[in-house]
Structure formats: structure tokens, C-alpha cells
């Protein structure tokens, strides 16, 4: 039973950056209700409302994974791994992107999967097989057809996007070979409750995944987790390995009973810890307001760094609109001169003038503090500001 514990109110298609500012209406379906609710037997967070995959993934989609270093230095160091510890003879990733990942292996070993046109235009400009498709059971037979069965199986930030898990997993189960593994990469729900990031929740975002609901819904595929490995990635990420239940010859290594106890502790298998969670989004929401509206009181100006999809959800849920923030800043093509979804607020092309020591800077993109703070020292250092709600509303 899926029980609800969030509402965060009416939210437009996150990543959707339209060209000039128009309120968008409920009875228009511009503005979807988002609520969040808990599985009772699967654990499994779940958008309670979800949205067609065709509203969300068009060839549209400004989201490239190739433009942030950090995601960049994480594929090549897991490439580096897979190719090690598998060495796959054929790979094949569900949710390729620009290509970030296969870049980093042999072409004729790889094929990838991509619904968005514009980004599967890239790889395959490249040379690589990639289906403009989304990941279903007639894609995975056409691909077995083709292919014979896969080694090695990866889907990063995709999976949690695909409102049908049993087609998903079905799919999988197709055309991974019999000791073939699954990797699989995606925000991690302890992370999201202990940093109270209500953020990783949009419409495309149907699930936060745990080691919990993982482990239950691959049961029913016959399918195992033998290994949990915990990344920074998007916030705070698990990246988990699967296998065939038959498969006796990988191991099961205790990342796994030390992850699912890790989250039995925080009380992730209880509804009440998730209500509590839902207090904590509340308070967050006042107390980021607060101080906005304090450094508004005070003249400043603040402008927003990085217009990434969780800010979308923070400021739809905080009506936050141009009145306090003056601009996002953003260094994506696709979303440089369009508008916040939902908002009446621009997102200009970052430029390290507009930084001055007396404009604070609202942390959009949260995930990536490390590489920009790096990247700001010098405004830090003449004493510039950082606003952020993670993993507290606070001034930096
Ligand atoms: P992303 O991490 O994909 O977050 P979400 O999934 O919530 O959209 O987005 C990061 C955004 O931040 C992306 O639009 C690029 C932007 N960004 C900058 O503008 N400058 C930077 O230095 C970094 C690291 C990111």
C-alpha cells in the first residue's frame, strides 16, 4: 500500500525552461500536484501523481551529463572498474545521455540506450549503436535479436524516471546473460531524508530508491544485490550491484547487510520516520524563506547558481519568484536565457562578474558545492556569500 507522507504543492515540469515567462495554470495541465508517498511492503518511495514519459523526455531535454567535471571523473573511474572486474564483451547502458559513460569503452562491446533524441543524435554521431528509444521489454528483445545476451547492464539517474519497474526489470532480465551483473546508480533515500533534500522530488523522479526497495523488488525477478557502493554524486548516491539469484559465482560482500542495516537504524522501514521527514521539509521551507527575506530587508540582491531541476521544486514549493531572486546563472546552453519553470526569473550565462561581494548567491545546484566553491574561491575569499537549505537552511 502505497501511503502518502509529502506534498509539496503544485509543481511545474522540472526541466522544462521555457523560452519566455507564462503562468502556468492547473486546470491547463501546466501544474502538477506533487506528492510523495511510502510502500508499505516494498519500502519503495513513490510519486503518488505520475506524468507521461512523453511530457518529460523530448528531444527537448537540456540535461548533459558531459558538462559537469565531477560526473565526468565518475564515469571514467567506473569504466576503469567495470572493465576490470567484468570485462564485458558486450555493455549496454539504459539512459546513455551525451555519452559521458561509453566514451570510455570500445564501440563495437557497446549499445546504448536513449530517448532523447538530441542526446542519442550525439552518440551516435560518435559511431555508437544507440536506440532512440525508451527502455522497454519490445526494445530488450529487439536488442537480444540482435546482440545475443549482455555481460554488463548500467542505468544511472534513469531508472527512478521509468513509471513501470516491472517493465523495466523484465526487460533487464531479457537480455542479461546468465552471469551477467546489473550496476545500477541512483540517489539514495537516507541521504535525501538525513539532508532533508526534499529537492531530488520532480515529476520525473517517480522513485528515490533505497537498498531497501531495491533488494525487495529484484526478489521477484530473481534478481540479488551483491554489492552496495556509496558515492557523492547528485547529493549522495548508492551504486548498486546485481546479479542472478542462481549465479554462485560472484560473491555476496557485506556493503549489503552493512547498507540495509545502515537504513533499518535510520527507521527507513517505518512509515513514522518518513512522516517526521515530512516536518522537516516544512521547517526547512520556513527557515529558507526567513533568511531570504531578512538579506531582502537589508537591500541585498540575490541571484541563483546553477538552475538545476531540484531548484524548480524548491522554489515552486517556497514560492520564491523574481521579487527575491533577481537570476539564475548556468553555464547549459539549452537553458541559458529561458526562464525557471514555473517562475518569473531568467537564467543568464554564468559570468564571474556578475559575483560581487555584495550579492548572495542562492546554491541551486547544491550537489556540486565542491566544484564550485573551487571554482569561486575568489569571490569566497573577497568575502562573497552562499545561501543553501542543505543540509540546513544557512548563509556560507
Ligand atoms: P544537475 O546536477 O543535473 O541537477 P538536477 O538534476 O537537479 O537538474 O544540474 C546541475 C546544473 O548546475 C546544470 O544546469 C549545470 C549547472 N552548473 C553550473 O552552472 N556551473 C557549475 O559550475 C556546475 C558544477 C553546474
Given at each position: 500500500?502505497?501511503?502518502?507522507?509529502?506534498?509539496?504543492?503544485?509543481?511545474?515540469?522540472?526541466?522544462?525552461?521555457?523560452?519566455?515567462?507564462?503562468?502556468?495554470?492547473?486546470?491547463?495541465?501546466?501544474?502538477?500536484?506533487?506528492?510523495?508517498?511510502?510502500?508499505?511492503?516494498?519500502?519503495?518511495?513513490?510519486?503518488?501523481?505520475?506524468?507521461?514519459?512523453?511530457?518529460?523526455?523530448?528531444?527537448?531535454?537540456?540535461?548533459?551529463?558531459?558538462?559537469?567535471?565531477?560526473?565526468?571523473?565518475?564515469?571514467?573511474?567506473?569504466?576503469?572498474?567495470?572493465?576490470?572486474?567484468?570485462?564485458?564483451?558486450?555493455?549496454?547502458?539504459?539512459?546513455?545521455?551525451?555519452?559521458?559513460?561509453?566514451?570510455n569503452f570500445d564501440k563495437n562491446k557497446v549499445v546504448s540506450?536513449?530517448?532523447?533524441?538530441?542526446?542519442?543524435?550525439?552518440?551516435?554521431?560518435?559511431?555508437?549503436?544507440?536506440?532512440?528509444?525508451?527502455?522497454?521489454?519490445?526494445?530488450?528483445?529487439?536488442?537480444?535479436?540482435?546482440?545475443?545476451?549482455?555481460?554488463?547492464?548500467?542505468?544511472?539517474?534513469?531508472?527512478?524516471?521509468?513509471?513501470?519497474?516491472?517493465?523495466?526489470?523484465?526487460?533487464?532480465?531479457?537480455?542479461?546473460?546468465?552471469?551477467?551483473?546489473?550496476?545500477?546508480?541512483?540517489?539514495?533515500?537516507?541521504?535525501?531524508?538525513?539532508?532533508?533534500?526534499?529537492?531530488?522530488?520532480?515529476?520525473?523522479?517517480?522513485?528515490?530508491?533505497?537498498?531497501?526497495?531495491?533488494?525487495?523488488?529484484?526478489?521477484?525477478?530473481?534478481?540479488?544485490?551483491?554489492?552496495?557502493?556509496?558515492?557523492?554524486?547528485?547529493g549522495g548516491s548508492l551504486r548498486y550491484y546485481i546479479k542472478r539469484t542462481k549465479n554462485t559465482i560472484i560473491r555476496v560482500n557485506s556493503s549489503v547487510n552493512r547498507q540495509l542495516s545502515k537504513e533499518i537504524k535510520f527507521g527507513l522501514n517505518n512509515f513514522a520516520t518518513y512522516k517526521q521527514f515530512s516536518k522537516q521539509v516544512l521547517l526547512s521551507k520556513e527557515k529558507l524563506l526567513n533568511i531570504l527575506k531578512k538579506i531582502k530587508d537589508n537591500n541585498n540582491k540575490i541571484i541563483g547558481y546553477g538552475a538545476t531541476a531540484k531548484a524548480s521544486t524548491v522554489l515552486n514549493y517556497c514560492n520564491i519568484d523574481s521579487d527575491i531572486i533577481d537570476y539564475f546563472v548556468d553555464t547549459t546552453p539549452d537553458k541559458i536565457n529561458r526562464y525557471m519553470p514555473g517562475k518569473n526569473i531568467k537564467i543568464l550565462p554564468y559570468n564571474k562578474k556578475l559575483m560581487n561581494k555584495d550579492t548572495f548567491i542562492f546554491l541551486g545546484a547544491w550537489n556540486f558545492k565542491k566544484e564550485i566553491f573551487k571554482k569561486e574561491r575568489a569571490f569566497i575569499r573577497k568575502g562573497g556569500k552562499f545561501i543553501t537549505h542543505i543540509p540546513k537552511p544557512k548563509i556560507i
Amino acid at each position: 500500500m502505497n501511503k502518502k507522507f509529502l506534498d509539496l504543492g503544485y509543481q511545474p515540469l522540472a526541466n522544462r525552461y521555457l523560452k519566455s515567462y507564462k503562468k502556468l495554470s492547473v486546470k491547463k495541465n501546466e501544474l502538477y500536484k506533487l506528492t510523495v508517498g511510502f510502500n508499505t511492503k516494498t519500502k519503495l518511495v513513490s510519486l503518488i501523481k505520475r506524468i507521461p514519459d512523453k511530457k518529460m523526455f523530448d528531444s527537448s531535454y537540456p540535461y548533459k551529463s558531459s558538462m559537469s567535471k565531477t560526473m565526468v571523473n565518475s564515469f571514467k573511474k567506473l569504466s576503469i572498474k567495470i572493465k576490470k572486474k567484468f570485462n564485458p564483451k558486450r555493455f549496454l547502458e539504459i539512459g546513455s545521455n551525451d555519452g559521458a559513460l561509453i566514451k570510455n569503452f570500445d564501440k563495437n562491446k557497446v549499445v546504448s540506450v536513449e530517448p532523447c533524441s538530441n542526446l542519442a543524435k550525439i552518440t551516435k554521431k560518435k559511431g555508437y549503436q544507440t536506440y532512440d528509444n525508451y527502455w522497454n521489454l519490445s526494445l530488450a528483445k529487439k536488442i537480444k535479436k540482435k546482440f545475443n545476451s549482455v555481460d554488463v547492464i548500467y542505468s544511472a539517474n534513469t531508472l527512478t524516471h521509468i513509471n513501470d519497474l516491472d517493465d523495466v526489470f523484465k526487460s533487464i532480465n531479457h537480455v542479461l546473460a546468465k552471469n551477467g551483473v546489473l550496476i545500477i546508480e541512483d540517489p539514495s533515500f537516507l541521504e535525501c531524508i538525513k539532508k532533508t533534500s526534499y529537492d531530488q522530488f520532480y515529476n520525473e523522479h517517480i522513485y528515490v530508491f533505497s537498498a531497501l526497495a531495491v533488494k525487495n523488488i529484484i526478489k521477484k525477478y530473481k534478481l540479488e544485490l551483491f554489492n552496495i557502493e556509496t558515492l557523492n554524486t547528485h547529493g549522495g548516491s548508492l551504486r548498486y550491484y546485481i546479479k542472478r539469484t542462481k549465479n554462485t559465482i560472484i560473491r555476496v560482500n557485506s556493503s549489503v547487510n552493512r547498507q540495509l542495516s545502515k537504513e533499518i537504524k535510520f527507521g527507513l522501514n517505518n512509515f513514522a520516520t518518513y512522516k517526521q521527514f515530512s516536518k522537516q521539509v516544512l521547517l526547512s521551507k520556513e527557515k529558507l524563506l526567513n533568511i531570504l527575506k531578512k538579506i531582502k530587508d537589508n537591500n541585498n540582491k540575490i541571484i541563483g547558481y546553477g538552475a538545476t531541476a531540484k531548484a524548480s521544486t524548491v522554489l515552486n514549493y517556497c514560492n520564491i519568484d523574481s521579487d527575491i531572486i533577481d537570476y539564475f546563472v548556468d553555464t547549459t546552453p539549452d537553458k541559458i536565457n529561458r526562464y525557471m519553470p514555473g517562475k518569473n526569473i531568467k537564467i543568464l550565462p554564468y559570468n564571474k562578474k556578475l559575483m560581487n561581494k555584495d550579492t548572495f548567491i542562492f546554491l541551486g545546484a547544491w550537489n556540486f558545492k565542491k566544484e564550485i566553491f573551487k571554482k569561486e574561491r575568489a569571490f569566497i575569499r573577497k568575502g562573497g556569500k552562499f545561501i543553501t537549505h542543505i543540509p540546513k537552511p544557512k548563509i556560507i
